[in-house]
Nanobody, 127 residues
């Protein structure tokens, strides 16, 4: 599994951005895929997760109703559509993967459960 994120940048409050994460190793079938985010001095925060088949999703409370996670299996690409951006969404966003078909709602939000990580992409939301 080799994860590479893109799509970050500078946005205004209320704007939308879409992050992408490509698995160049093409080996993440049957993996659980997720997005986390981190700001300086804080632990990584769970954003969202999706099963490889795209059927089951989980979201962190702070992004529910605004962000949408999805998979494009044909392109080996994970997406995070971020709508209604807020200044508190400013962070480095990381793509992650774990070789498990799914995790329960507690474990899915635990960054320690994930084995593979991308390098991160910065999202900055200004007011």
């Amino acid at each position: 599994v080799q994860l590479v994120e893109s799509g970050g940048g500078l946005a205004q409050v209320g704007d939308s951005l879409r992050l992408s994460c490509v698995d160049y190793g093409h080996t993440s079938r049957n993996y659980l895929m997720a997005w986390f985010r981190q700001t300086p001095g804080k632990e990584r925060e769970f954003v969202a997760a999706v099963t490889w088949n795209g059927i089951s999703t989980n979201y962190g409370d702070s992004v529910k109703g605004r962000f949408i996670i999805s998979m494009d299996n044909a392109k080996n690409t994970l997406y995070l559509q971020m709508n209604g951006l807020k200044p508190e969404d400013t962070a480095v966003y990381y793509c992650a993967a774990v070789a498990a078909p799914r995790l329960d709602s507690k474990r899915v939000a635990d960054s320690q459960e994930y084995d593979y990580w991308g390098q991160g992409t910065q999202v900055t939301v200004s007011s």
